[in-house]
């Protein structure tokens, strides 16, 4: 499974950079998602709940972020188990350009690989679940960075699971984390002392 996807951020790089690294937005952002703990450096464990046609499961993975380049890039490489559900693995390069001073384009590409009940349902499936995470994850960032409702798409190659599907699979893996105990200085910690997920 392959998901590319653009989104037009209403803030600058780097309030973008912040709250892509920010655990707290991010499990907020994150449907499903349930919890975003760090496990090490550069890495979160992460429990999320997602319904992938007739599939509902609970997901435990983990995430971990590498080639960061900050407030420019970073790669989150995912994996998680669903239980009888099955699994699913994979990773997803994001990457965020200024344009102009007060908004900032959010490029995704994703690959991400599924097994057991998720690998039986059909890919179709499995990428319709991905995209619609991804659109929700997108339209709550977008108002949280944004104060409003912001976040649209600039365009979607079709597949913008990935982020999603990246959190879906690391919630397979992926993607987040919830209110885990309100410690909000723990959590506060750098997504890139941590990270993303597809």
């Not at 790089?13 to 450096?41: F, H, K, M, V, Y």
């Not at 200024?98 to 994703?110: D, H, N, R, V, W």
């Not at 912001?150 to 987040?176: F, I, R, V, Y």
Request: aromatic share 6%; hydrophobic share 35%.
């Amino acid at each position: 499974m392959e998901l590319s996807e653009t989104h037009t951020l209403p803030v600058s790089q780097q309030r973008a950079w912040d709250a892509l690294n920010d655990t707290e937005i991010l499990r907020a952002c994150i449907p499903g998602c349930e919890s975003i703990d760090p496990d090490g450096e550069n890495a979160y464990a992460v429990v999320m709940s997602a319904s992938v046609g007739p599939v509902k499961a609970r997901f435990k993975g983990r995430m971990l972020l590498t080639d960061i380049e900050a407030p420019n890039t970073y790669t989150i490489v995912f994996e998680g188990q669903g239980g009888a559900a099955g699994f699913g693995k994979g990773k997803a390069h994001v990457t965020l350009e200024p344009e102009g001073e007060a908004t900032t384009k959010l490029t995704y590409t994703a690959s991400a690989q599924v097994g057991g009940k998720l690998a039986q349902i059909g890919s179709r499936l499995v990428d319709g679940a991905a995209r619609k995470i991804a659109g929700e994850f997108f339209k709550r960032f977008g108002a949280q960075v944004g104060g409003d409702g912001g976040g649209a798409p600039a365009s979607d190659d079709g597949d913008t699971a990935a982020a999603k599907a990246t959190p879906q699979n690391t919630e397979s893996n992926e993607p987040a984390d919830p209110e885990s105990g309100g410690d909000g200085t723990k959590r506060k910690k750098s997504w890139t002392a941590w990270i993303s997920k597809s």
